[in-house]
Structures are given as structure tokens and as C-alpha cells.
Nanobody
């Protein structure tokens, strides 16, 4: 029922930046944990980042910590993933996902209730 739509993917050179957005059909994410995952060719879907509105806490996967930042807008209808210092190994389809539960640590695929269709990020070397 919840519709999530990712945008902002594209082609960028090593060291560049992109900002992804995840827009929800609901007016608020206030009761949700929202996460970003990515899946590179030949690899399993990997947790990237999550944000929870209970305390606006965030959590990041080790591979992106210090380079990526997850945030939300004031209306709590859109979640962003700011990606800086991009590397070729960041190339993947990036997915936004949400769950009704609050999860303090990393997310796994089976935690999530709703998924977007993904947006492709390609980082050239």
C-alpha cells in the first residue's frame, strides 16, 4: 500500500557526489524506519543506511560510513541519501525501503515491509 519512489541516480565520476531521494505516498514517515539498500551485479542486496524518526537516529553500513548521509525533509515525506566521495564499488541499484517497526541498528532485507523499484548509480573510474 505504501508507495516508495527513488530518484536521483545516474552516472558520476570517482570522487563525485549524488543525492538520492525516496518519496512516499504517505504524508509522513514519522512511525517508520526508512532504509537504503543497494545491489551490485552478482552480489546480494546490501544495507547502506537507515533513519528513524523516534529520535532522528541514523545508522550506516561500514562501507559507506563517513561518505554517505541519510536525512529527511521537514514534512517527513521524503528521505534523502547524500553520497559523497563516490567510488566505483558504489555502483549498484539503490533501493529505498520502509518498515513499521523501529530498528536501532542495521537493517536486513527481511525487516522491510515496503520497497521502491530502485535507481541505478554508476560510478566510473
Amino acid at each position: 500500500q505504501v508507495q516508495l519512489v527513488e530518484s536521483g541516480g545516474g552516472l558520476v565520476q570517482t570522487g563525485g557526489s549524488l543525492r538520492l531521494a525516496c518519496a512516499a505516498s504517505l504524508r509522513t514517515f514519522s512511525s517508520y524506519t526508512v532504509g537504503w539498500f543497494r545491489q551490485a551485479p552478482g552480489k546480494e542486496r546490501e544495507f547502506v543506511a537507515r533513519i528513524s524518526w523516534s529520535g532522528d537516529s541514523t545508522y550506516y553500513g561500514d562501507s559507506v560510513k563517513g561518505r554517505f548521509t541519510v536525512s529527511r525533509d521537514n514534512a517527513k515525506t521524503t528521505v534523502f541519501l547524500q553520497m559523497n566521495s563516490l567510488k566505483p564499488e558504489d555502483t549498484a541499484v539503490y533501493y529505498c525501503a520502509s518498515t513499521f517497526t523501529l530498528i536501532g541498528g542495521p537493517l536486513i532485507v527481511d525487516d522491510m515491509d515496503y520497497w521502491g523499484k530502485g535507481t541505478l548509480v554508476t560510478v566510473s573510474s
